[in-house]
């Protein structure tokens, strides 16, 4: 009957649709995608030659910047500073490092860091004109100075049995080294000007308890020009 010849006639055209799917000619899908260029990491082999194979490497401390200055107290401390401001406090361990604290400290670069002979104060000095001065066994700061000009270096300037805390802090812009109370005032106790040149380092010798710089023309000359001795304003 009618309902037969229906049913035939929908065989005939699903056979017909099978038969032009099966003869189709042309190029797929995945042959029209273009083919994906493998990429490739120049000298990857000599960044895989270097990768660290010490026994000790675990792990990586990383700051978001070019590390500058690295100090280890006495009483195991491990402070690191980037040139972006930052600095970390580190904790010496049995095992390894653990982490302990991290600050802002400056605003711009860092142009120094110094510890004093106790281990017990860090100051730091950058190109935003201060001097920020923090407790490592506490890890926290504790006085912020706003010096005059801007400073290349720094260096603790009093012995450990000290009644105060003295910082000296030479400057990027003449021969001037000020001498600061860093728990106190923020006006200098004290400036010398004995130097032609800015200072590009300065160090505190406890023994003969005055400062010694290297000579400006050579860093390693042996001849080093003493500063006046330093003594805390009363």
């Known amino acids: 009957g009618k309902t037969d010849a229906k049913k035939r006639a929908c065989q005939e055209i699903a056979e017909e649709d099978s038969e032009d799917s099966d003869g189709f000619v042309g190029p797929s899908l995945s042959d029209a995608a273009p083919a994906r260029k493998k990429r490739v990491l120049e000298y990857e082999q000599v960044y895989l030659d270097n990768l660290p194979m010490g026994v000790n490497y675990e792990r990586s401390f990383m700051h978001r910047d070019v590390v500058t200055h690295i100090k280890v ?113 923020k006006e200098p106790a004290a400036v010398f000007k004995g130097h032609r040149a800015p200072l590009r380092a300065i160090q505190y010798h406890t023994q003969l308890d005055c400062m010694v710089r290297p000579h400006p023309r050579d860093a390693s000359e042996a001849g080093r020009s003493h500063l006046p001795r330093l003594r805390a304003a009363p």
Do not use: Y
Request: glycine share 8%; net charge neutral.
């Open 73 to 185: 107290t006495h009483t195991d401390f491990v402070i690191t500073a980037s040139q972006d401001g930052h600095i970390k406090f580190w904790k010496k361990m049995e095992v390894g490092v653990e982490f302990v604290k991290h600050f802002r400290a400056h605003m711009g670069v860092i142009s120094d860091v110094a510890v004093n002979s106790t281990g017990s104060l860090l100051a730091t000095c950058g190109t935003d004109k201060a001097v920020k001065v923090f407790d490592v066994i506490n890890f926290d700061m504790v006085n912020r100075i706003p010096l005059p000009f801007s400073p290349s270096c720094c260096a603790w300037a009093h012995k450990g049995s000290a009644n105060k805390a003295v910082v000296a802090v030479g400057s990027a812009e003449s021969g001037d080294v000020a001498l600061f109370d860093a728990r106190g005032e």
